[in-house]
């Protein structure tokens, strides 16, 4: 019996796809196949003589409009490689329903035929290398049926095709996505929703270079759900239209140039909100106390704005927040007087540089989903609390630049936080003394440990080798002292290490040199992982978003280190920045330094170095920033190579080194016919002064004083 109906099946399903395809729908597919230059495998099962419903990609369907015999109602290719340009024959398939050519990589236009298909519902041509501008062909008074039309992802530049009043072709529009392209123009002026397209839903713009302001042609747009128009250049204040726009889900004008303040009995209206996105504007004002009306609001982004004012307490009302983020704004007040309690959904909460001041609110540690909390930049006060492990998905904490106290209190109470991976807490605990306590080896999970700025003191504690997944450690400008630890070797993930400005005595190990990360070639290629939030770092106009963008370092700059450099400092292939400067370093710059190919970075200035500058040095091509002044190295500075792309003021210093990078030559006899060169061009005015230097002393020191007018009289 089964058996019997899988063949009844198969011989229904396989009769209905032999008799549909016709004739005239298979020419226009094998014009399509013709215009393309890589068919990703489609020709062949489009072949001559097969019935064009069972290609690859198509689907057939009943016929749709009488007396037409039709069949093809799905072209499906997305992701299939394909090159080449559209073919308009796509467009006279009498009963396409749905045309997908998203993920290939198509050039060209796209066929104003196909945007003004008289069947065509459904049209994705996302994610190619289209260019133009989308038009539409015939009478603009006849309605279309397409639906949801996906131009984004694409190269479209120009004028965005606005749909006037008068005109009906886009009349069923749900969905139109034309987000990174590049359309220029306005928002347009006619109303959108009440005219062109009533049953607009869904409106993606973002990533374009709109201009002008949010237009009032939003009006009426009653069944819009989704709006997005960041990263443009949209300008002026948010119309009172767009809030009439009540079914609004998502709302983004991120990074644009808006202004204004966010209007109380305006906010209130948009009731359904889920996601509001308006940071990097200029919006000023507070937040209003209408917000807590928002019930389903689960982001609340206003980052990089101009805000002020307290958080309003009605906040606690919207209890479906899963972010918030308020980074880079002037909200104040005491923090601690504001109720978190109630965002039971709460995962991120962004706080960065404000001004909002009190005591680390206690409320924030009922929101035990919290996985990423950034509080630094702002004056909060007082202790970390031990309530703090209740947040057992913590996985990002940054109090960096806050005015904390108690660091040993603080470790013990994050002990039990096990995902930690971020503990960013520096510019805090002034002057305590570095907990030393065993115990504290449990933050297993801790990647990412900075701790900079402090003026901590006692030495760098044991516990810090337990710290198995360490893969970047900033103990930066703090007073710690005793040796550098020879278990350094033992962090097998640490690559980034910042030990810059303590107190820091004794050799350089030379387990240094055995750090197993920074020995990798590739080490890159073992860090996947991405942080919860872009991290910024104070000073620096730079933010990281993932570990594998920042540099591979090794900062010791101003301690009190002596001894050699470690004669195997070459193995540690995977560095990009080295600084040993400002200490006690004595011994030759060892040759394999010449080794590390990847260095960006070098700086060994003021120590007690001597001997010659290796002749390697020269073949380290992504070198762009050395300074090894201030030493006592000695000889030529190597020439022809990637020395001589620096100035003099990166060997300065270094009384016995010579060459023309310093104006000081190593050999007198080939030094002299080039003096008459310099006076000649950019040295010109010095040398006068030279000149008179040598009527009193001879034409033999004339040479030794040109070196020191250009020394006393730089550029
Ligand atoms: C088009 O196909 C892609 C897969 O290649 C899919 O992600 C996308 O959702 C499809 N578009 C539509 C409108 O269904
Ligand atoms: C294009 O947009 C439509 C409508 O939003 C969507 O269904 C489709 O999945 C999108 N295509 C891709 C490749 O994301
Ligand atoms: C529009 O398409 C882009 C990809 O090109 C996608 O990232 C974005 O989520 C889409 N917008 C909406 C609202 O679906
Ligand atoms: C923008 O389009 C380019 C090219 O199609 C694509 O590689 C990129 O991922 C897109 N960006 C976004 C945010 O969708
Ligand atoms: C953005 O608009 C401003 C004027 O509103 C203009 O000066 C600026 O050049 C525009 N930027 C771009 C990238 O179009
Ligand atoms: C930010 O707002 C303050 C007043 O609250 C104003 O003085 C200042 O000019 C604004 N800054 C910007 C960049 O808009
Ligand atoms: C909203 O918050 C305010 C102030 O916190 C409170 O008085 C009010 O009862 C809350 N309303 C609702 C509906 O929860
Ligand atoms: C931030 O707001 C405070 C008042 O709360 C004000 O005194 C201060 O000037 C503001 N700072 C900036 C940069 O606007
Ligand atoms: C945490 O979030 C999950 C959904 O991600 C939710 O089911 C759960 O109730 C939340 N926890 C609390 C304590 O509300
Ligand atoms: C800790 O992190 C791991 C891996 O990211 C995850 O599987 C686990 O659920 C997390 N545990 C908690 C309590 O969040
Ligand atoms: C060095 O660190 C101390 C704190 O221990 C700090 O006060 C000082 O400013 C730092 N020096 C430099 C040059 O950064
Ligand atoms: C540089 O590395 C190669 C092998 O990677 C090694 O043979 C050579 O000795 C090293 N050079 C120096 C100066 O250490």
Redesign the pocket.
Known sequence: MPILCIILVLMLSSASSISCCTEHERNCLLQFLAGLSQDGGLAASWRHGTGCCSWEGITCGSMKNEGEVAAVTDV?L??KKLQGSISPALGSLPGLLRL?L??NSLSGSLPSEIMSSGSIV?L?VSFNGLAGVPTTTGSRLKRRPLQ?L?ISSNQFAGEFPWWDDGDTTMANLIALNASNNSFTAQMPVAPLCGGASPSLALLDLSHNQFTGEVSPALAGCSMLKVLRVGMNNLSGTLPAELFEATSLEHLSLANNGLQGELGGAHMAKLINLVTLDLGGNSFHGEIPESIGQLKNLEMLSLGNNNMSGNLPPSLGNCTSLITIDLKFNNFSGDLGKVDFSTLRNLKTLDLLQNSFSGVLPESIYSCSNLTALRLSVNPIHGEISSRIGNLRHLSFLSLTENSLRDIAKAFRALKSSRNLTTLLIGRNFWGEPMPQDEAIESFESIRYLSIYHCSLIGNIPLWLSKLKNLESLDLSNNQLTGAMPSWINSLSNLFYLDLSNNSLTGQIPATLTEMPMLKLDDYEAHLTRQFDLPVYFVGIARQYRTVTSLPALLNFRANIFTGVIPPKIGELKALTRLDFSSNQLQGEIPPSICNLTNLQMLDLSINHLIGPIPEGLNKLNFLSELNISNNDLEGPIPTGGQMSTFSSSSFGGNPKLCGSILAKYCDPVEAVPTVPDISENEYGGKVISAVAFGVFFGIGVLYDQLVLSSYFCPK
Do not use: P
């Open positions: 499906l997305g992701a997908n998203s993920h459904i994705d949801v996906n």
